[in-house]
């Protein structure tokens, strides 16, 4: 059930909207009162969601934000004692779109570090942060995929090597993994090996598994068990959320559909790299992302003229336009997609002559707001 041009809508991976089966789990969902604890449907999706990422318990929130934020605090209770100190790669969500909140309502104090190019905070600068900081209550934050890392998937070596950085100064490693089910599709492992590691995830079913809503914190018991807790005070408790819990449900049932996303992601990198004018980013292992520009042409332009043509894709403060693929695209889709970035590119300037379209931009070039 994709809305009109839903199609060519490759701004976010959340752009999906619950289809016929979905909406009828909904309808049929079992409900209590989740605020009580006997929400059976709500019971059901967390345990399911502790299972697939090997955690002791997880917790249902309205947002991945939420996940995020209530991971730190939860970590250094009691409630009211200062917050942590929050490490995160420097083009992180959490770094850009969360940092004000985290610091705000859960009192932390955010600290960027560089990103290498797949997306793991910068090993010497982390230490440096680390050390500088020792004895203070620390988080560092993971991303995987990583967002500005072109939906680069980690496998669990490099999450284990910042996992072993961050316990070696007592820090705690929360992994903001919105996007771990990609990461565990593109690299053929259970997203329990890639969630081994780290001490809290957060799990989002509303990115490519298509659910309206919903993330889900995991970790410990006593650490959910904080979490809870500290929930109800943002508010975030929700009455009859079975409701939201049963298309979640469904959407898990699909999480190797992924590997079609990652596919059609793969056939639109081709189709953009072989368009004179275009550079591309694609990380060391891709996902269901691409990163695409016209030198010379702004990415807001690009975008808005891409809108002309139909197809909306987000800019991005590193010049590129991106497009995140998920469940409603297909390589229909990706022809007129590709067609209508050629259009652009031969509109914006003449391509030098000689000059062979790019490929292989290099990542460490990418600028972060
Ligand atoms: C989308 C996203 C979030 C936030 O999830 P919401 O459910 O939109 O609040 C956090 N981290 C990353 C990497 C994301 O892509």
Known sequence: ????????????????????????????????????????????????????????????????????????????????????RLIVGAGAHMAFLESDGLRRFGGAEPLTVPQLDDGRPEPGALAALLAAGAGRPTVVCLENTSMMRCGNALD???????????????????????????????????????????????????????????????????????????????????????????????????????????????????????????????????TNMVMARVPGLAAGECAARLAGHGVRVLPLPNGHVRFAVHRAHDIIGVRAAVRAFAAVAATAQPATDGELPGRGASLTSMEEA
């Not at 009455?239 to 079609?260: C, K, N, S």
């Open 1 to 84: 059930m994709a809305p009109p041009g839903a199609g060519l809508d490759f701004r976010s991976d959340t752009r999906t909207v619950p289809d016929a089966r979905m909406r009828a789990a909904m309808a049929g969902a079992a409900v209590g009162d989740d605020v009580y604890g006997d929400d059976p449907t709500v019971t059901r999706l967390e345990r399911t969601v502790a299972e697939l990422l090997g955690t002791e318990d997880a917790l249902l929130t309205p947002t991945g934000t939420m996940a995020n934020l209530l991971a730190p605090v939860a970590a250094f209770g009691p409630p009211g004692a200062p917050g942590p």
């Open 156 to 286: 669990a070596g490099a999450t284990r090597a910042v996992a072993a950085l961050a316990h070696r100064y007592g820090a705690h490693l929360h992994l903001d993994g919105a996007r771990l089910a990609n990461a565990a599709v593109a690299l053929g492992v259970r997203p329990a090996e890639l969630a081994e590691p780290a001490d809290s995830v957060a799990f989002s079913v509303s990115k490519g598994l298509g659910a309206p809503v919903g993330g889900l914190l995991c970790g410990t018991g006593e650490f959910i068990a904080r979490a809870r807790e500290l929930r109800t005070w943002l508010g975030g408790s929700l009455h009859q959320a079975g409701v939201l819990a049963a298309p979640a449900l469904v959407a898990l049932g699909r999480l190797p559909d992924l590997a079609a996303d990652h596919r059609t992601a793969a056939a639109l990198a081709a189709g953009l790299a072989a368009v004179p004018g275009v550079e591309l980013i694609r990380p060391p292992r891709p």
